[in-house]
């Protein structure tokens, strides 16, 4: 959803205009890529809303990325409100997606609608996000009843890590009659958009072709409405393996890593501070 030309409406010279879930409809309408990538602080909010990235979501992923957790499982509600709170606050434009955590929305519905509400009015997020296809259908369609608009998201699914045995990618083969169920479940439950994780860039395809809400890819091939990314992997910050999806655009580690090797050097040296950066 480019700025220039984001809707059919105004353009970037007009001011921003904030992103909404008709426009990831209309989006889809007109053949208009989603962007979106995760963030968690005001800092890179703002960064990635003056780029013009269509939604942010503030994703349990934070667990890897921000708390230092090994997976996304001890996440809570707690850990991710001042998060989210912190990027709503930061943008003007993009869309602002809560990631709800395991085991705030397993239990039912209520307890789903609970976590949701508690994201919109402690937050500003403007949508949240939950994992599970057909098994979430209940707690999905609860949550939108009640006036909030819900993301999907299925395949590949981190929280439930354990259960599907690891990092395997979903809908090959006979698992694809299973994906097709899921999207279709979380569309008729009401859902405005579904995130599609490391699927077959054909299943993905197909998905995309069935449903008439957008599908947002996550390792999912070229054929989605839309693509998401954690952003500190495709910035260079991840350690270790990135996933064969990730194009890395920046080396940020290596930046910062020089950067905080040249600061030392001038403190050891006695360079730092200088004149110019000291008071009289």
Do not use: C
Request: charged share 20%; no cysteine.
């Amino acid at each position: 959803m480019s700025e220039q030309n984001p809707y059919g409406g105004a353009s970037a010279s007009d001011g921003p205009k904030r992103v909404r879930t008709r426009h990831f409809q209309n989006a889809k309408r007109d053949g208009i890529k989603i962007t979106g990538l995760t963030s968690y602080d005001q800092l890179t909010a703002r960064i990635f809303d003056e780029a013009g990235i269509d939604f942010l979501l503030v994703g349990d992923s934070a667990g890897n990325n921000v708390l230092g957790y090994e997976t996304t499982l001890p996440v809570t509600v707690d850990e991710l409100i001042p998060l989210t709170r912190a990027v709503a606050g930061a943008v003007q434009r993009a869309f602002v997606v809560a990631d709800m955590p395991f085991g705030s929305y397993e239990n039912g519905a209520e307890e789903a609608l609970h976590t949701a509400v508690r994201f919109m009015k402690e937050t500003g997020a403007h949508a949240v996000k939950l994992e599970g296809g057909e098994r979430s259908h209940k707690q999905i369609r609860r949550i939108v009843q009640s006036g909030i608009p819900v993301m999907a998201h299925i395949g590949y699914t981190p929280q439930s890590e354990h259960g599907l045995g690891g990092h395997i990618i979903q809908g090959r083969g006979e698992g694809l009659e299973q994906l097709l169920a899921d999207a279709v479940a979380v569309q008729e439950a009401g859902a405005f958009a579904v995130v599609l994780e490391m699927v077959p860039a054909d299943a993905a395809r197909q998905i995309t072709e069935r449903l008439d809400i957008p599908t947002i890819s996550v390792g999912a091939g070229p054929h989605t409405d839309g693509q998401l990314l954690v952003w500190t992997d495709w910035a260079g910050l991840t350690p270790g393996r990135i996933p064969k999806f990730v194009k890395q655009y920046a080396d940020l580690a290596g930046v910062l890593g020089a950067a905080a090797k040249a600061w030392q050097a001038d403190v050891s040296a006695g360079v730092y501070p200088g004149p110019e950066h000291s008071y009289e």
